[in-house]
């Protein structure tokens, strides 16, 4: 199974809203609404902040959103801040009862 | 508090296998979740390896399906993994973590570092 594809970088300035995309195909991301994103600060675990596409869990800021469209899913920060600066992964399931990750976005705040 | 934790060792020769162990607190395996390993090598992204739930039932990556296994002791409350005939491309990160909802991760390991060397 090929890795979802994911912009190596995406960078902004604090205040401002950024989207990362993730792009799939109709076997993983366009035929479920079963993706979810992470954020990973540096020698850290990954942490789930999005999940069935626009869900966010407990304690999840609500800068954070998500949704989907056809084969491409996104994540959104709004109101950029310094701790977002950190790695991003999407994940989908797959048509073969398995789950896929994303190539990994880097988040640069300016 | 649920948590994980993964153990093994470090340090893994080529053509060996690789076994690691995550202990779960805080929760029971026995529930109806799945229990996932996810591994990183140094600089790279994250990738799928497999998951288990309490009864046994497995997936796996494709790519890896030849040289894994993953199973769950419920006696001990924890979960294993075991990767053979392992290369230097395996050396990497490895989580464990739970799954609550499809593709959702919701509590991880802290990681542990296995090195592929002689």
């Known amino acids: 199974q090929s890795a979802l594809t994911q912009p190596a970088s995406v960078s902004g300035s604090p205040g401002q809203s950024i989207t990362i995309s993730c792009t799939g195909t109709?076997?993983?991301?366009?035929?479920?609404?079963?993706v979810s994103w992470y954020q990973q600060h540096p020698g850290k675990a990954p942490k789930l902040i999005i999940y069935?596409?626009?869900n966010r869990p407990s304690g999840v800021s609500n800068r954070f959103s998500g949704s989907k469209s056809g084969n491409t899913a996104s994540l959104t920060i709004s109101g950029l801040r310094a701790e977002d600066e950190a790695d991003y992964y999407c994940?989908?399931?797959?048509?073969?009862?398995?789950?896929?990750f994303g190539t990994g976005t880097k988040v640069t705040v300016l | 508090q649920v948590q994980l934790r993964e153990s093994g060792p470090g340090l893994v020769k080529p053509s060996g296998t690789l076994s690691l162990t995550c202990a779960v607190s805080?929760?029971?395996?026995?529930?109806?979740?799945?229990w996932t390993w996810v591994r990183q090598p140094p600089g790279k992204g994250l990738e799928w390896i497999g998951e288990?739930?309490?009864?046994?039932?497995?997936k796996y990556n494709p790519s890896l399906k030849s040289r894994v296994t993953i199973s769950v002791d419920k006696s001990k409350n924890r979960f294993s993994l075991r990767l053979n005939s392992v290369t230097a491309a395996d050396t990497a990160v490895y989580y464990c973590?739970?799954?609550?909802?499809?593709?959702?991760?919701?509590?991880w390991g802290q990681g542990t570092l296995v090195t592929v060397s002689s």
């Open positions: 994940s989908s399931y797959t048509s073969s009862d398995t789950d896929v």
């Open positions: 805080g929760d029971s395996i026995n529930r109806a979740n799945w």
């Open positions: 288990t739930d309490h009864s046994d039932n497995t």
């Open positions: 109709s076997g993983d991301v366009g035929g479920y609404y079963f």
């Open positions: 973590a739970r799954r609550f909802s499809a593709v959702a991760y919701d509590y």
């Open positions: 069935d596409v626009s």
